[in-house]
């Protein structure tokens, strides 16, 4: 796969990209990663790449001619252009999964008040990374790519992939690691008793009891046994008491 990010600040993707699964992702040719400077493209006299809004009103816009022309430049028949922009769906992980088959992805960053809304003809895809708003694009571009690089097969193991959240819309189960005990805390017993099906019930319903708490909206779409859905009415029922 190649990700091509458009932005006015290449700079801060050097230390995303040479640091740890990302670094080994392009040393292994997982991924190309291109950076490009929009105001490479800009054909004003003074380099300007923003200007005031028509119609007045606070802030830059982003001026289109010099993103149309750098979308021009890096576009291939099979690429995917994408903005990222709070004006837009909400990232999910099955929008990482999708965006994962793609070979060329373009990530076009806005900064100030946002871009031209001319240069939206171009775009393919629209993302918000949630409903906040950022200072630019770059920081949701650094998420979005983060999330499809290790969907690569080879990139992370595959047995990862499989067991985390939000794979069947559950958070997912709490882990531990060495030692047993840390300031009195106890690992929970069922984890070292090596007994794999009470581990995977446990891991379960900590799953669901995580997802309860915190993301009970996901349970909806989640797919739950019988078990699963008795376990969440005994919890329930034990609130109630
Ligand atoms: N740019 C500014 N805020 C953003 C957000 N929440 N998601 C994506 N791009 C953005």
Redesign the pocket.
């Known amino acids: 796969m190649k990700i091509t990010i458009l932005t006015l600040f290449p700079e801060l993707f050097a230390p995303y990209i040479t640091t740890s699964i990302i670094k080994k992702a392009v040393l292994q040719s997982y991924v190309v990663i291109e950076c490009i400077n929009i105001r490479d493209f800009t054909l004003d006299k003074h380099q300007r790449v923003d200007d005031t809004p028509f119609g007045g009103g606070a802030g830059l816009v982003m001026k289109a001619q010099p993103i149309m022309d750098a979308i021009d430049h890096v576009r291939q028949a099979n690429s995917h252009v994408i903005y ?3 004006v ?1 769906p909400v990232y999910t992980q099955s929008k990482a999964k999708e965006l994962s088959h793609y070979e060329h992805l373009i990530l076009l960053c ?1 900064h100030y008040e946002g871009i031209d809304e001319r240069v939206l003809s171009m775009v393919d895809d629209v ?11 770059e920081v ?1 571009a650094m998420v979005v790519m983060d999330s499809i690089i290790r969907l690569i097969p080879g990139v992370i193991s595959s047995q990862s992939i499989v067991s985390e959240s939000f794979e069947e819309h559950l958070l997912e189960y709490p882990q531990y690691t060495r030692p047993e005990e840390v300031r009195g805390l106890r690992v929970p017993e069922v984890l070292i008793s090596g007994h794999h099906a009470n581990i995977e019930a446990y891991r379960q319903q900590q799953s669901l009891l995580k997802t309860m708490k915190y993301r009970p909206d996901l349970l909806k779409k989640a797919k739950l046994s019988e078990k699963d859905k008795k376990f969440i009415q005994k919890m329930v029922n034990d609130v109630e008491k």
Do not use: E, K, Q, V
């Open positions: 990222l922009t709070p837009a806005g993302i918000s990374i949630g409903d906040y708003i950022l200072t630019g694009g949701a």
